[in-house]
Structures are given as C-alpha cells and as structure tokens.
C-alpha cells in the first residue's frame, strides 16, 4: 500500500496563497483517484479537489472552485495551490488515494477513499 506525505501548510493572512504538496511512495497511476480533504476543528472531514488519474480531470468542492487547483507535477508528486484563501480554509489538509472507480457523486466523500496522509495544518487568520 503507498504511503502519502503531506507538506506545504502553513499560516497565512486572508488572501494569502500557499501550496501543499503530496509526495507518495509508489506510481499513483495505481490508483482511480487521488483527493485533498480538509478537517476543521468540529467540523466533518471533507472533500476539496480530486483528481482522476486515468484522464487528469479534476474536480472541486464549490467552496474553493475558482481558488485552489490540483495538479500532478510528476507521476508520484501531487500539489494543491490554494489563493485568495479565507479564515474558513483553516483546517488540516490530507491528500487521500481511492484504489477503486468511483461514482461521480462520490469523488470527494472521504469514506471512497483507503489510504490517508497523516496531515498538514492550514492556518488563515483574518
């Protein structure tokens, strides 16, 4: 099973950027999908950006679409480049591998994915 590495986080001013990386140790063309999921103290961990690495389409949540993106910068490195960010990005960011095809309604539900990083925190203060 690959292991995932996160890194990159960091806090930052309202309308910062930052860039979180993600380094596996093994191809993730092994895997359907690849995903950024974020925590927030309280809060449910949920889905931000996933890829799909048979065709590289991405996908994101509405609460960051037009701010973050999801690239794969090498055939085991993915990054996330978050701008404009918000107090409300604050949160623990994990990069997540799905082993499976997914459904379209589920490529950002955390439970669709088998293997976790172990997290980078994300701070924005206002």
């Known amino acids: 099973q690959v292991q995932l590495v996160e890194s990159g986080g960091g806090s930052v001013e309202t309308g910062g950027s930052l860039t979180l990386s993600c380094v596996a140790s093994g191809p993730i063309y092994n895997y359907y999908y690849m995903g950024w999921f974020r925590q927030a103290p309280g809060k449910e961990r949920e889905g931000v950006a996933a890829?799909?690495?048979?065709?590289?389409?991405t996908y994101y949540a509405d609460s960051v679409k037009g701010r973050f993106t999801f690239r794969a910068d090498a055939k085991n490195t993915l990054t996330l480049q978050m701008t404009s960010l918000k107090p409300e990005d604050t949160a623990m960011y994990y990069c997540?591998?799905?082993?499976?095809?997914?459904?379209?309604?589920?490529?950002?539900?955390?439970?669709?994915?088998?293997?976790w990083g172990q997290g980078t925190q994300v701070t924005v203060s206002s």
């Open positions: 890829m799909n690495i048979g065709s590289s389409n």
């Open positions: 997540a591998a799905a082993n499976r095809p997914l459904q379209v309604a589920h490529r950002l539900t955390p439970r669709e994915y088998n293997t």
